[in-house]
């Protein structure tokens, strides 16, 4: 079983006060969630408030007995925006691959992948990092078929090559 933490009287005080201004929604909560406790709700209590597990807002005492109201003020997590360059750059940087592909050329993610580690300074681990790039700017994959769609069958053609005496065997 773990340690049992208390919140005090004087800390629910403080908690409160950060309340007042809190940076983020989840901030808010987070503080709700430690203040509650320490006016002597339990965890069940505090959790069906704040709409927390209880085993969260346990989470969130040991985390402010631990290492104060700071620790409260984020969640941990890092964020998403990992991109390396911003639409602008993305759409110059495409730019010169739509050229090329006007003009009837064909390109590869190989080629766009060299040119994209040229231009962010990185050197990326795979491929998918060019794929996630080229489909968030609206690029799909598009190869050309093997035959001809509309190609008739090999039935087909030995049976009109018979019909027509001036086809070539």
Do not use: C
């Amino acid at each position: 079983m773990g340690k049992g933490y208390e919140v005090t009287a004087e800390q629910t005080k403080e908690l409160r006060q950060a309340m007042e201004k809190p940076e983020t929604k989840q901030h808010y909560k987070r503080l709700l969630a430690v203040a509650l406790r320490g006016e002597g709700k339990d965890n069940e209590e505090a959790g069906s408030i704040t709409g927390y597990h209880p085993k969260r807002v346990s989470q969130l005492v040991s985390l402010y007995a631990n290492k104060g109201i700071e620790a409260l003020a984020s969640d941990g997590r890092k964020g998403g925006n990992n991109r390396n360059m911003n639409e602008a750059e993305a759409a110059k940087f495409l730019k010169q691959f739509e050229d090329q592909a006007e003009k009837g050329q064909v390109i590869t993610v190989e080629e766009i992948a060299a040119a994209y580690d040229e231009v962010t300074g990185k050197q990326r681990k795979s491929l998918s990092t060019v794929y996630n790039f080229l489909h968030s700017n609206g690029w799909r994959l598009i190869t050309p078929k093997k035959q001809h769609p509309g190609k008739a069958s090999e039935e087909e053609i030995e049976s009109s090559k018979k019909l027509n005496p001036n086809a070539k065997r």
